[in-house]
């Protein structure tokens, strides 16, 4: 079997095998077994069987219709979290906090092929990355101790349906909030601010969305929020290809089947780093405020996350943790955001 050699963020070389990038099913799995709390949930909708190689069906038009996204006051002000959190293992009576405390563990959706914010070790098998960390933070103040979260691994297009079904209590998974989607789940305040651009390959002439004019871009179907609605609305009229993963991306564009890819500058900065043959090039595109999503019927739990978030921030967790998975060569390192609340 084929092995490619992965990079993260964090300068540690990874082995990952062609399974887990094109092995990615619809179910947000890979091929390899994984321990029986990590396996994957059941897709809420089918997915489309992912071409073999572009046709004119798997492309998108970007000048198609944009659907018009629903307005809110501020999607990024959350529920203002409680002056003081409660103590491990004394979670409020007849709260979900409660619940999940009974049950002894937290359930967190992550997903499993996007170092460096959630991946799986191929050393030990486990769950890791940034958004994997956040949720460890919870599980960790709700028991005191580590070791009381499973992991399920989702797809971007299963983050919403899983909460909404409670098949989970949190999903920490580069979900950017808005206003469209806060009309479906709960968001915490946002812990991480990203940008989106776009890869290609270093012998390309392209050097920006700006010189794709005609060319095929892949992003993830319900990536970033605003990655496919940018690219379809490129003056240049770029064409859209979404598929279920954005590890499909990186094949397709090093199969030469897409001419770029386009999401958030860490995982694009991640994908450079396993291929030094692809670089990433042009201005932000748009910016892209990751949240921990929650059910809209939780907003106690939605609180419970932003003290955890802001008590992280305040005692320089939050930092630790971005330097280990987020920081890029000859950048400056990660700031953490600041909360902002509706209450």
């Not at 859209?240 to 860490?266: F, K, S, Y």
């Not at 405020?289 to 005692?315: Q, W, Y």
Request: overall charge neutral.
């Amino acid at each position: 079997m084929m092995i490619i050699r992965v990079a993260t963020a964090r300068a540690v070389t990874v082995l990952i095998t062609v399974a887990l990038a094109v092995g990615v099913t619809a179910c947000g799995t890979v091929d390899s077994p994984l321990p029986a709390q990590a396996r994957p949930l059941a897709p809420a909708t089918p997915t489309p069987p992912r071409p073999a190689a572009l046709t004119p069906a798997a492309l998108t038009p970007a000048a198609a219709a944009v659907t018009p996204t629903p307005t809110c006051d501020d999607p990024q002000a959350s529920w203002r979290p409680p002056g003081r959190l409660p103590s491990p293992g004394a979670m409020p009576t007849g709260t979900v906090l409660e619940t999940i405390e009974r049950r002894g563990y937290l359930i967190a959706g992550v997903l499993a092929d996007v170092p460096p914010f959630g991946s799986i070790s191929p050393f030990t098998g486990q769950f890791e990355g940034f958004d994997v960390e956040i949720a460890n933070l919870v599980g960790r103040r709700i028991f005191g101790a580590d070791g009381h979260v499973r992991f399920r691994a989702v797809t971007y297009a299963e983050r919403i349906p899983v909460l909404r079904d409670g098949a989970v209590d949190v999903v920490v998974a580069t979900m950017t909030t808005n206003c469209e989607r806060r009309a479906l789940v709960d968001f915490s305040a946002v812990y991480y601010n990203e940008t989106q651009r776009v890869l290609v390959p270093r012998d390309s002439p392209y050097q920006g969305m700006d010189d794709l004019g005609g060319r095929r871009v892949c992003t993830a179907a319900g990536a970033a929020a605003g990655a496919a609605a940018t690219i379809r609305r490129a003056p240049s009229r770029p064409v859209l290809r979404t598929v279920p993963n954005i590890a499909d991306c990186l094949v397709l564009l090093q199969a030469g089947e897409v001419d770029a890819v386009m999401t958030t500058t860490a995982i694009l900065n991640g994908m450079a780093a396993q291929d030094p043959r692809l670089y990433v090039v042009g201005p932000a595109l748009s910016d892209e405020p990751d949240a921990v999503a929650v059910s809209l019927d939780h907003p106690e739990l939605t609180r419970f996350v932003n003290g955890v978030l802001a008590r992280a921030i305040a005692d320089g967790t939050w930092k630790r943790l971005a330097r280990r998975w987020l920081s890029a060569p000859f950048a400056p390192p990660p700031t953490p955001p600041v909360a902002r609340y509706r209450d």
